[in-house]
């Protein structure tokens, strides 16, 4: 079945670099795209970036600047860094499968697997 | 940024109906998305493209709006649905409204 699973240091110092790691089951990443969404404490959820299965990549402009996304298809691992981090950038991460959907003319995408999410903390 | 408003929070009782709301802040068609997140766990998707029910997800929980504006119900609502609702756009890269919470009494 469909899994997918992040991993990472949990504790961050301020201006250092994050690494996190999603490994997927039960799907090829060069049929579909995964993308990484952060949600701080209790409160909303923000698209970082994606991973198309083409290898091809797109990122959230507020972040454009200090994050990458890579992958390796050979593992099934997606690959999350940032840079520059500070402590706002503590919260929950999570990596999602993308499906795109066909409606009218338009494509639209949606999430319809996500890990189970990892928690980073960054603080001295 | 296509922003999308969401009211806060929502109490009801089992059995009631409950319409959860979403607004854009400009047009995204149909679409709009919606996902079920319950304390400690991911987020679950519900919804696809504004009104087409998920895989497994209960006949319950339906979906409407095109545009701007967009309705996640649940009828009738039960105890397990506690949880806060998120709305999500594609239509202009990614966004997420602030969530619903909501409370069954």
């Known amino acids: 079945q469909v899994q997918l699973k992040e991993s990472g240091p949990g504790l961050v110092q301020p201006s250092q670099t994050l690494s996190l790691t999603c490994t997927v089951s039960?799907?090829?990443?060069?049929?579909?795209?995964v993308h990484w969404v952060r949600q701080h404490s209790g409160k909303s959820l923000e698209w970082m970036g994606r991973?198309?299965?083409?290898?091809?990549?797109s990122y959230n402009s507020a972040f454009t600047s200090r994050l990458s996304i890579s992958r390796d298809t050979s593992k099934s691992q997606v690959f999350l860094k940032m840079n520059s981090l500070q402590t706002e950038d503590t919260g929950t991460y999570y990596c999602?499968?993308?499906?795109?959907?066909?409606?009218?003319?338009?494509?639209?995408?949606?999430?319809?697997?996500w890990g189970p999410g990892t928690m980073v903390t960054v603080s001295s | 940024d296509t922003v999308l408003t969401q009211s806060p929070a929502l109490a009801v009782s089992p059995g009631e109906r409950v319409t959860i709301s979403c607004r854009a802040s400009?047009?995204?068609?149909?679409?709009m998305h919606w996902y079920q997140q319950k304390p400690g766990q991911q987020p679950k998707l519900l919804i696809y493209?504004?009104?087409n029910l998920e895989s497994g997800v209960p006949a319950r929980f339906s979906g409407s709006g095109s545009g701007t504006d967009f309705t996640l119900t649940i009828d009738p609502v039960e105890a397990d649905d506690t949880a806060t609702y998120f709305c999500?756009?594609?239509?202009?890269?990614?966004?997420f409204g602030s969530g619903t919470k909501l409370e069954i009494k």
């Open positions: 999602a499968r993308e499906v795109l959907y066909y409606y009218d003319g338009y494509a639209y995408w949606y999430f319809d697997f």
């Open positions: 039960g799907f090829s990443l060069t049929s579909y795209s």
């Open positions: 991973m198309w299965s083409d290898g091809d990549t």
């Open positions: 400009e047009s995204v068609s149909t679409g």
């Open positions: 493209g504004a009104s």
């Open positions: 999500q756009q594609s239509w202009n890269d990614f966004t």
